[in-house]
């Protein structure tokens, strides 16, 4: 198995595979209204490679953190269904922290399970002052410090990287 950068010509690749992952209802989800329109990081993108497949994609996606500025979203991370639970989601996750840590990012957000990326060392600690534009599960929303201290100061809303709004359906429903 090769884990490399991702590349244009893997985008479909990895679209079938968030698809089978994830299913078209992710895009009702928070995160999602995060990354509309905004392109992933380049530089930080993998892929696992088996015999030429694309079997596993990581992401990271530009966002703005109130109290901290610029930081990156995780996500998603997928595996083929048949290979989880083999290591590569766990080598996509190394490779790919390791990345933005050698690129400068200080800090990575993410809405995932506590109990998997605890392992990598994303808490929730680490992001009690923060809050999304839409509803979310709290309990799902984990922070990780590439350089110490670097979340200390997040406070208030995560929002886009571009500034823009976040335009979510429910949320435009409850503040009416």
Do not use: Q
Not at 12 to 35: H, Q, S
Not at 69 to 96: N, Y
Not at 133 to 144: A, Q, S
């Amino acid at each position: 198995m090769d884990i490399m950068r991702e590349r244009p010509r893997h985008a479909a690749a990895i679209e079938d595979l968030v698809v089978d992952c994830f299913g078209e209802a992710r895009f009702g989800k928070t995160v999602y209204r995060l990354r509309d329109g905004v392109r992933p990081n380049n530089e930080l993108g993998l892929v696992a490679l088996e015999d030429g497949d694309l079997v596993g994609t990581l992401r990271f996606w530009p966002i703005h953190v109130d109290g901290v500025g610029e930081t990156i979203l995780l996500g998603p991370l997928a595996v083929a269904e048949d290979l989880r639970s083999s290591g590569i989601g766990s080598r996509l996750m190394r490779a790919g922290l390791s990345r933005a840590k050698a690129f400068g990012h200080s800090n990575v957000i993410l809405v995932g399970d506590e109990p998997y990326y605890r392992r990598f060392g994303f808490r929730r600690d680490l992001t009690l002052g923060l809050m999304l534009p839409g509803p979310v599960d709290y309990d799902r929303l984990l922070g990780l410090e590439l350089v110490a201290g670097s979340l200390a100061g997040a406070r208030g809303m995560i929002g886009r990287a571009d500034g823009l709004p976040v335009r979510h359906e429910l949320a435009e429903m409850a503040a009416a």
